[in-house]
Structure formats: C-alpha cells, structure tokens
C-alpha cells in the first residue's frame, strides 16, 4: 500500500518561508508525478505545484516566483520550498501522489500539513 506521510507546516509571519516534504512508502507501481494542493478554509482545493518523474514542474500563478517544488528520488521524497509567504497562503497543504500501479490510476493523499501565515 501507497502512503504520504507529510511534515514541515506550521505558523510564520508574512515574508517568512516554510519547505513541507512529503515522504512515499509502499512499491509496486510507477510513479508519474506528484504534487502539492491546498485549501483554505471555506475554499476548494486547489493545486499548488507538481512534478513528473522526468522532472517538469507545474506552478499555480498564484505562487510563481515565490515556490519551488524538487524531489529527492533516493528517499521517494517530495519538497515545498515557500518563500515571501502571505497571509492568503494560510491552508491545508496536501501532497498528492500520481502513478500506476496493475495498469489502474493510482491517486494518494497525504493527511495534510496545516500552514498558517501571519500577518
């Protein structure tokens, strides 16, 4: 079984950065791409940056310039670095993992890490 396990949140002033990671576990199928998306509260969840296995990222406008997303294949770890944080990037920050496994779509969520930027 596919799991994420998420770490990195927590609270910082505006201007201040954070570098969430999350973390792959299981086997047994191929990896696509994976990602970050957030949600603020009363909002939809949104994406916020991804990666494919060959390394092209996809950035929300909302963040261009101010994130970046990398990877670390040895350790199946993904990472967002967040710089010059705003109030408007409080959320919960799920990574999401994308692959195939048994020739099916395989779609994981981590749990979540709660990012809150105060003003």
């Known amino acids: 079984q596919v799991q994420l396990v998420e770490s990195g949140g927590g609270l910082v002033q505006a201007g201040g950065s954070l570098r969430p990671s999350c973390a792959a576990s299981?086997?047994?199928?191929?990896?696509?791409?994976m990602g970050w998306h957030r949600q603020a509260p009363g909002k939809q969840r949104e994406l916020v940056a991804s990666?494919?296995?060959?390394?092209?990222?996809t950035y929300a406008d909302s963040v261009k310039g101010r994130v970046t997303i990398s990877r670390d294949n040895a350790k199946n770890t993904v990472y967002l670095q967040m710089n010059s944080l705003k109030p408007e990037d409080t959320a919960v920050y799920y990574c999401?993992?994308?692959?195939?496994?048994?020739?099916?779509?395989?779609?994981?969520w981590g749990q979540g890490t709660l990012v809150t930027v105060s003003s």
């Open positions: 299981g086997s047994d199928y191929d990896l696509s791409g």
């Open positions: 990666i494919t296995v060959d390394g092209s990222t």
């Open positions: 999401k993992l994308v692959g195939v496994r048994q020739y099916r779509l395989l779609e994981v």
